[in-house]
Each structure stands twice: as structure tokens, then as C-alpha cells.
């Protein structure tokens, strides 16, 4: 399954604490599954969370989440899936990103997505 993952208009990986909220539900999206990271050395990303649901309750659950609060500048994408193939979507980017924090992984059968790419912080 092809993903299109969320990037802001100049291309780059959008910053958690800045997303417009009502964004997401004037795009149409409203399920599918998110990925957060913060910038690691060398440009290597640190995926701390796969998350999936109500995109737009989700991400703000997060944003007020105190483990989120407190580091400025984490990046986010998220991408619309249908709610029948969350589970699944969200198990495979759990399997592949291994992030740090975050719920254990759907006990479902894996579904193969792409990856967001390059998930380096990139100044916004």
C-alpha cells in the first residue's frame, strides 16, 4: 500500500507544536496513522511514536502529552488510512520504526507501506 505521507508546503516535515489542527479535518482526513520523531545525531532521526486513530484527536492528545510538551521542535507526518486497515498499517510501521514510546503493536498480520523518507529534522 502506497502512503501520502504529510508534508508542509515547502516540502518539509512538519513541527508538532506548529500544525494547524483544523487542518487536517478541512483536508478530508480524518483516520489514519502518524509517526513522531525529534532530530538525532548525524541527521539520524529518533522515532519516539506510531500512532493511529482520529488523526486530529490523536495528535492533539499528543501535543498535550507531557512527554511531547517538553522537547520543542518534533517532527510529525501522518498519513489517511482507511479504519478497517489501521491496525495492520500501524503494526508494520511499529515492526519497521521501532519507536520509543508508544502502545505495542496491533496483534494483526502486518501491512507492507512505504516509509516516510528521509525523516531528518529539517528547519521550518
Given at each position: 500500500?502506497?502512503?501520502?505521507?504529510?508534508?508542509?508546503?515547502?516540502?518539509?516535515w512538519?513541527?508538532?507544536d506548529?500544525?494547524?489542527?483544523?487542518?487536517?479535518?478541512?483536508?478530508?482526513?480524518?483516520?489514519?496513522?502518524?509517526?513522531?520523531?525529534?532530530?538525532?545525531?548525524?541527521?539520524i532521526a529518533?522515532?519516539l511514536y506510531?500512532?493511529?486513530?482520529?488523526?486530529r484527536?490523536?495528535?492533539?492528545?499528543?501535543?498535550?502529552?507531557?512527554l511531547?510538551?517538553?522537547e520543542?521542535?518534533?517532527?510529525?507526518?501522518?498519513?489517511?488510512?482507511?479504519?478497517?486497515?489501521?491496525?495492520?498499517?500501524?503494526?508494520?510501521?511499529?515492526?519497521?520504526?521501532?519507536?520509543?514510546?508508544?502502545?505495542?503493536?496491533?496483534?494483526?498480520?502486518?501491512?507492507?507501506?512505504?516509509?516516510p523518507?528521509?525523516?531528518?529534522?529539517?528547519?521550518?
Amino acid at each position: 500500500m502506497q502512503l501520502q505521507w504529510e508534508k508542509g508546503s515547502k516540502n518539509d516535515w512538519r513541527v508538532l507544536d506548529k500544525i494547524d489542527l483544523d487542518e487536517i479535518d478541512q483536508a478530508g482526513l480524518s483516520h489514519g496513522v502518524f509517526v513522531i520523531w525529534r532530530h538525532g545525531t548525524r541527521q539520524i532521526a529518533v522515532i519516539l511514536y506510531v500512532g493511529r486513530g482520529t488523526l486530529r484527536r490523536e495528535l492533539a492528545d499528543c501535543r498535550r502529552d507531557p512527554l511531547f510538551r517538553g522537547e520543542p521542535g518534533l517532527r510529525v507526518t501522518w498519513a489517511r488510512v482507511e479504519p478497517a486497515e489501521i491496525d495492520g498499517v500501524a503494526a508494520y510501521l511499529c515492526e519497521q520504526l521501532r519507536p520509543v514510546w508508544g502502545e505495542l503493536a496491533p496483534a494483526v498480520e502486518p501491512k507492507v507501506v512505504n516509509l516516510p523518507v528521509r525523516m531528518t529534522a529539517v528547519a521550518a
